[in-house]
Each structure stands twice: as C-alpha cells, then as structure tokens.
T-cell receptor, first 113, second 110 residues
Framework: EPEVTQTPSHQVTQMGQEVILRCVPISNHLYFYWYRQILGQKVEFLVSFYNNEISEKSEIFDDQFSVERPDGSNFTLKIRSTKLEDSAMYFC???????????FGPGTRLTVL | GENVEQHPSTLSVQEGDSAVIKCTYSDSASNYFPWYKQELGKRPQLIIDIRSNVGEKKDQRIAVTLNKTAKHFSLHITETQPEDSAVYFCAASYGNKLVFGAGTILRVKS
C-alpha cells in the first residue's frame, strides 16, 4: 500500500537556522498539506497546496515558512529562521481530492535549541 | 471561527465496554468529518470518516454518528480491547483543510 514518506525523521537545529523538511506524497495525489503537532497537543493545520500553489494557509504559516514542489515527487516545507517555539512534530499529508481522506506521513520531529 | 471541540480529554474504560467520544464544530459548511487514531510517536491513522449527507456509518466495532443540525458528531467503539488504547482525534473540514479537536486519551483496562 502506498504511503507518504518524510525525511528526516528527526532534525535538530540551532535557533535562527534554516531547515527544510521533505515529503514524498502518494504518487497519484493532487493535494498536499503540512500540519504540526507540538508535544502533547492537537494537530494544527499549516498550509495546503494544489496545482503548484498555496490554496490555504493558517496564521501560523507566516513569512518564515514556505512550501515548494521542486519536482514531480517532493514537497518541502522550509522554515527560514527557526525559533524555539517551532519545535514540534511536522506531518506532511496528501489526498486525491479536497475533503476526502488525507494520508499522513510518519512525521519529522524538529527540535530547535 | 473555525473550531472543533472534543470531549472528554481522557477516557478510561474496562475491556469489553463501549467508549464514546464527542465533537462539535462551528461551520455549517463543513462536510467531511474524519476520526484519527494516534499511537505514541506515530502518525495519525484514519479509522473512520463520515460525510455530511450521511447520518451514521459503521465499520465493525467502530461507528460514527453525525447530527448536522446540532453540528456534532460522535465516535463509538464497542467491545473495547487493550489495543484500542491511543489518542483519538476528531476533525472537520474547513475549506481545503482539516481542523482537529484537542484529542481524547483512551485507556482500555484489561
């Protein structure tokens, strides 16, 4: 069964550094998402991406965040200058269409020191 | 605003008993309501979902009910087993995104 994959599984960085989190969505899916989950809290929406552009973003997704689909398979989330409060698990998800099942990747645990 | 309330935050049941988790949403335009199970350190896994044109859906020991008028939906797990222990999240669609509830820690005691 196809799955969403994410790399790395754990990223440790210094405050102020840039990080890029990578995702490979399921191949026939057209909608891509990033969510984050601070330890012990709920899953929070960051951004959705369709047809090579952002379709929706949350208040969390400020100018420090960007997403890109650099080729036909990868979907990346970049945080330009990390802050301590960016420490969280970041989940990528994909779906065939809007408002149907979203398949989540295993997550990248980001630790900002 | 976009909000999903989930109750209870923790739920302990005896093995074999039923568990019920309830959620309410705020936007009448929401039309898709999934439930995810998340084990410690793992990704959320979809266990059941329901669309706004359906009032109830069942899959073996798991069922979901939706009351569109009241804007609430519930997850029912019957004959609970220790492996059902996990965090359960409800979610509602708002536009192109899912808004999640705060989660329910379900503990099934054997």
């Amino acid at each position: 069964e196809p799955e969403v994959t994410q790399t790395p599984s754990h990223q440790v960085t210094q405050m102020g550094q840039e990080v890029i989190l990578r995702c490979v969505p399921i191949s026939n899916h057209l909608y891509f998402y990033w969510y984050r989950q601070i330890l012990g809290q709920k899953v929070e929406f960051l951004v959705s991406f369709y047809n090579n552009e952002i379709s929706e973003k949350s208040e969390i997704f400020d100018d420090q965040f960007s997403v890109e689909r650099p080729d036909g398979s990868n979907f990346t989330l970049k945080i330009r200058s990390t802050k301590l409060e960016d420490s969280a698990m970041y989940f990528c998800a994909s779906s065939e269409a809007a408002t149907i099942e979203q398949f989540f990747g295993p997550g990248t645990r980001l630790t900002v020191l | 605003g976009e909000n999903v309330e989930q109750h209870p935050s923790t739920l302990s049941v005896q093995e074999g008993d039923s568990a019920v988790i309830k959620c309410t949403y705020s936007d009448s335009a929401s039309n898709y309501f999934p439930w995810y199970k998340q084990e410690l350190g793992k990704r959320p896994q979809l266990i059941i979902d329901i669309r706004s044109n359906v009032g109830e859906k069942k899959d073996q020991r798991i069922a979901v009910t939706l009351n569109k008028t009241a804007k609430h939906f519930s997850l029912h797990i019957t004959e609970t087993q220790p492996e059902d222990s996990a965090v359960y999240f409800c979610a509602a669609s708002y536009g192109n995104k899912l808004v999640f509830g705060a989660g329910t820690i379900l503990r099934v005691k054997s």
